[in-house]
């Protein structure tokens, strides 16, 4: 299912117009239509603003069909996440499924914060090399090394950064709201 295809189908679930999403996302209603046509990519950052309108988690609208449930290494989907410049590996094919693992690697130096969604959710992370540092909204910091994971609401994340000089790899697993 294209991202269009997606779209429109989770707005007409939920009865509303074009001009109602539009004005809900701060997107004009020909840029929404040239998007549910699929004339336009948006970007993540108007998916964003879109899933947040629709009460879903941007994933959803990103989602593929079922069908084989391996992910080969030379088949991964790199996702760029928003306008932050930040890119990451999806490590399943089903990206609307309550669970989304993926990959990530941090240059030495780098320092993410965390984009809040309409609802908390849970984020685990393992790290695979180097060392991550994960601030929390209290000023809770902890550094984790290879081998090291966390558990957390996603509410309380902040930021996530690589306190080191080498590069940094972890895994994440992120659980989105249900609908």
Do not use: C
Not at 7 to 36: C, F, H, P, V, W
Not at 124 to 140: A, C, K, M, N, Q
Not at 145 to 151: F, K, L, W
Request: proline share 5%.
């Amino acid at each position: 299912m294209s991202v269009g295809s997606a779209l429109r189908k989770r707005r007409n679930e939920l009865e509303m117009t074009l001009r109602e999403l539009a004005e809900e996302a701060d997107l004009t209603s020909g840029y929404l239509s040239q998007i549910e046509n699929d004339l336009v990519s948006p970007s993540l950052k108007s998916l964003g603003r879109l899933a947040e309108a629709l009460r879903i988690p941007v994933f959803h609208l990103l989602s593929t069909s079922l069908g084989n449930p391996v992910m080969r290494a030379n088949e991964r989907t790199v996702v760029k996440w928003m306008d932050t410049g930040v890119e990451v590996v999806l490590l399943t094919p089903y990206r609307d499924w309550q669970m989304l693992p993926f990959h990530r690697t941090m240059a030495p130096g780098e320092a993410t914060k965390a984009v809040r969604l309409e609802r908390a959710r849970e984020e685990w992370y393992f790290v695979l090399s180097g060392t991550i540092r994960v601030t929390l909204t209290d000023d809770e910091t902890f550094v984790l090394s290879e081998g090291d994971s966390i558990h957390i609401e996603s509410s309380r994340l902040d930021e996530i950064s690589n306190p080191s000089e080498d590069t940094s790899t972890f895994i994440s697993m992120m659980t989105p709201p249900q609908l």
